[in-house]
């Protein structure tokens, strides 16, 4: 093989070429000599499949075919491979063939320049066949094959490249590994022009820093044809997203721009590669995090469009990478569940269903007739006397709980759940405190649900653990603390005194920038109406496991009143004055993008807060982020909330 940095090395040829194929069509020769660069369009064998080519079943056997007068090193290293499977099955042992003269010379073979014959599949299974064998990584056998492919890398097509990334990428113990290692990843990111597809090879360099590979004899032909025209060399055009999908799983050790060319490389041939590819590469740009936004409009695109050809679990993959990447298009997902419908009831697989159903929730996303789907589903094998596991019924209740979703039709199967969860002493004390929330949220908790949780022994243990301590946790516990006092009055089971406990009294909540934007914006048109702080508390600590951006206080036709001598602190506090007839005590909730489901709705955590501040004494007064224009004038933005107090105030009055 031959690499030219130079225009010196190129002076053979007279001029340079640098053709378009739509431009100049007569100069695209086809040419039947293999290039270096080109793209072997065969499915290569894997190391797996190069790991026993001899079918034989004794060491001497082996031994005697080395003794050959004229062994190839293809065949060698066949052999070592054979003897290496033998001593897998613990049919062979060391002292049976180091000391053999016969492996010596197998040795010294693969010792010898005859290896740079040897495809380097077959040199990956021999390195690993010499470690199975014990010999050292420094022998100079190992340290010849681990250096001929190297010089492989520069030649070999580029699908095997990507195997030799995956091969060395764990092997980076000695020098010659190393220099391995790095070549791998040198040649995939010099090589581009080969994933870039069906751009002419510039047969001479327009800077000395440019250079071309090609193969040897096909130069020597070019140069020695005596026609002195060079010809344009066209690259076969790789459209294989398996190998985009390999690239990617190493995405970590190229260099940004080689990344940013990769990515554009799969844009490019978004509409040339199949679905259930495009699949795989979704799910890889999910587990990797690139969450490139035009490339996943294009990816989304073209998936969305072969939807129907896509399975159960190559959709249950892309919503898996949608939720990683926080990529929620309403279209995308409604046209991926619209297709996933149809999957369900054949499917046999509840891992499935359950990654369906945890991407579904995290993504906010409701998609009632998948969902409803899911729970007929689980409901068949109920009644084929099949149990749920405790993942199904957790995942399943966290779920719907986190999408506000509690269907009539369903009841029997969520009563079921509720009946059969029990505390498991082996499970995270986080996950139990999540589904008893959840069982909460869809009404379906029993005291005993409640107690477990608001012991002072789990609650002490949560909430002053370093390890297990976070604000969702303590906030989540508040909420069931909460529904057992106000929504479950039959409850007798112990409770937290959250305004003794000063660390619960004083929890902080951090917002995210969105909330904080549409909160801020808000609070600006409301305290026109109610000027803090006689008439308005702003960013109210609720106790009930929620924060209130706003308390006051009015009567029926909305005239201000004093919230410092009215306010009872949402049910934790006297109030200095009663509270007069016709007059409401108004909680103020701004719902982020955040706070809602994508498509409408409210989230079921915000519902929850909803339910607890409405039971506590107060009407909420809620303003979402889809009714809201922050971009409008302060006096629009004024009008527009005192229409809407009136209107709030007006049903309650009806009421």
């Known amino acids: 093989m031959l690499r030219f940095a130079t225009k010196q090395g190129l002076s053979v040829l007279r001029r340079p070429v640098l053709c378009s194929v739509a431009q100049t069509p007569t100069l695209a020769v086809d040419c039947e000599k293999n290039f270096c660069t080109e793209v072997a369009t065969n499915n290569i064998a894997t190391s797996e499949s190069l790991e026993s080519p001899l079918n034989v079943l004794d060491l001497g056997t082996l ?29 062979v042992s060391e002292p049976d063939y180091l000391q053999d003269e016969r492996f010596l010379k197998i040795m010294k073979l693969l010792e010898s320049s005859y290896t740079s014959k040897v495809e380097p599949m077959a040199l990956i299974s021999s390195l690993k066949a010499l470690g199975e064998l014990g010999i050292n990584n420094e022998s100079f056998s190992v340290k010849n094959l681990e250096s001929t492919l190297t010089w492989s890398t520069r030649s070999c097509p580029i699908k095997e490249v990507v195997m030799l990334l995956s091969f060395t990428l764990n092997r980076r113990n000695t020098e010659s590994q190393n220099i391995l290692y790095n070549e791998v990843v040198k040649s995939l990111e010099r090589r581009w022009v080969e994933l870039k597809g069906a751009s002419p090879l510039i047969v001479q360099a327009p800077s000395d820093n440019f250079w071309v590979l090609m193969n040897k004899s096909h130069f020597n032909a070019l140069v020695e044809s005596g026609k002195n025209t060079p010809r344009p060399l066209l690259l076969k055009e790789l459209k294989d997203g398996k190998l985009f999908v390999s690239l990617l799983h190493y995405v970590e050790l190229f260099s940004p721009q080689f990344v940013a060319k990769l990515e554009d490389r799969i844009a490019d041939l978004m509409e040339e590669i199949s679905p259930g590819d495009l699949a795989l590469i979704l799910a890889e740009l999910g587990r990797k995090k690139r969450r490139n936004v035009p490339l996943l409009k294009s990816l989304t695109f073209y998936l969305t469009k072969h939807r129907n050809m896509l399975d159960i679990k190559q959709i249950s993959d892309s919503l898996f990478a949608l939720n990683q990447l926080s990529y929620k298009d309403h279209d995308t997902l409604e046209r991926l569940c619209s297709q996933l419908e149809n999957h369900i009831q054949d499917t046999e697989s509840s891992p499935v269903l359950r990654s369906i159903l945890t991407s579904l929730g995290q993504l906010k996303y409701l998609h009632t007739p998948v969902v409803d789907r899911i729970m007929a589903w689980y409901q068949a094998r109920l009644d084929n006397n099949i149990p749920m596991t405790m993942k199904d019924m957790t995942t399943l209740l966290i779920t719907c709980a986190t999408l506000n979703h509690n269907p009539v039709q369903h009841s029997s199967l969520l009563e079921h759940i509720s009946q059969h969860l029990t505390q498991d002493l082996a499970q ?13 949220l869809l009404g379906r908790v029993t005291p005993l649900h409640l107690e477990s949780v608001l012991s002072p022994a789990f609650h002490t243990s949560l909430l002053y653990n370093t390890s297990n301590k976070t604000v969702g946790s303590t906030l989540k516990l508040l909420n069931i603390n909460a529904a057992a006092k106000l929504l479950y009055p039959a409850y007798q089971g112990p409770t937290i005194k959250v305004a003794e406990d000063a660390l619960l009294k004083d929890i902080k909540v951090s917002p995210s920038l969105a909330k904080v934007q549409l909160t801020q914006s808000v609070m600006e048109a409301f305290s026109t109406l109610f000027p803090p702080p006689r008439l308005l508390r702003t ?31 949402f049910g934790s506090a006297e109030p200095v004055k009663p509270l007069p007839p016709n007059a409401h005590r108004m909680a103020l909730v701004t719902a982020s993008f955040q706070d809602c489901l994508i498509g409408g709705g409210l989230t079921g955590l915000t519902a929850l807060n909803i339910r607890l501040m409405e039971a506590a004494g107060y009407r909420v007064f809620l303003v979402r982020w889809s009714d809201w224009q922050p971009a409008s004038k302060l006096v629009a933005r004024v009008k527009m909330l005192d229409g809407k107090l009136k209107q709030v105030l007006g049903v309650e009055a009806e009421r």
């Open 63 to 91: 031994l005697e075919s080395a003794e050959k007068k004229n062994l190839q090193a293809t065949k060698a290293c066949e052999i070592v491979i054979a003897i290496a499977n033998l001593k897998k099955e613990s049919k």
């Open 428 to 440: 995270p004390d986080q996950v139990w405190l999540d589904t008893v929330w959840s069982l909460t």
């Open 539 to 569: 960013n109210v600590n609720t106790l009930l496991g929620c924060v209130a951006e706003g308390e006051f206080v009015c009567d029926t036709s909305g005239k201000p009143l004093l919230v410092q001598d009215l306010s009872d602190n």
